[in-house]
DNA sequence: CCGACTCCAGAAGTTACCTCA
DNA sequence: TATGAGGTAACTTCTGGAGTC
């Protein structure tokens, strides 16, 4: 029998009042109704969030050790154990794993805390796991694969930044290259113009035109004529 | 002061499970 | 109903920084 957990309404611990805290633990893949279970918080209900009765699980004091421990796959323990379903022999063993959803309320509140700091200390990370109820292990690792899934989406938008920076290199790269290309062809369809010294080229300012370096009363033509004006001969 | 060692937190990569089209 | 893809919780391994001797 798999558990999904999911907080069911009305949240007090997330809101700070004082109503009660609704877990909702329903079974799957069956369809069986979910099992809501109501806690005041005054008189807890299950035995697992009463301190002074026996956890299976790796309390808060042991979390640090079970950080890198890889013996730490004792995930929904605490639930099962909560609601009279032990785990088999072999997920005692840690051979299997189970998998537990966070309830929206509980993504909704990590994704809250996440914004304030996207790390936490020891202290926070206590906190968080109270007030969720679940293991400060399980809020380590969900702010570990949310930066994670943080650093990833960046990386993404960080690509699609960058290849549209590449795409606009490429189009500039072609713009001046067609510029260079026609100042190449501006430059041979002016040999003249281009080879002889500019002392050598003269326009007679009453007619116009362009006369040889002997027309000594000449004006000089402009280094920067515009294209056709010095082959004029007629 | 420097190097060797240990401990720990976080990143990176992977696995396994769950949901949904 | 079966199945493959995508999302994600949980895990493993590696790395770098801090503290100690």
Known sequence: MELALSLGKPFSFLHNNNDSVSFCISPTPSSDPPLQLDLLPSTPVLPCLNHTTPRVVVDDADDSAAVSSPNSAVSCFQMEFCIGNRPSD???NGST???LRLSKEQSAF?????????TLNPKQKLGLAKQLNLRPRQVEVWFQNRRARTKLKQTEVDCEYLKRWCENLTEENRRLQKEVQELRALKTCQPLYMQAPATTLTMCPSCERVATNNNKNASQIPSALPLGIASRDD
């Open 110 to 118: 990590l994704e809250d805390s996440f914004k304030e700091h996207t």
């Open 97 to 99: 794993r189970k998998k």
């Open 90 to 92: 072999d997920e005692e």
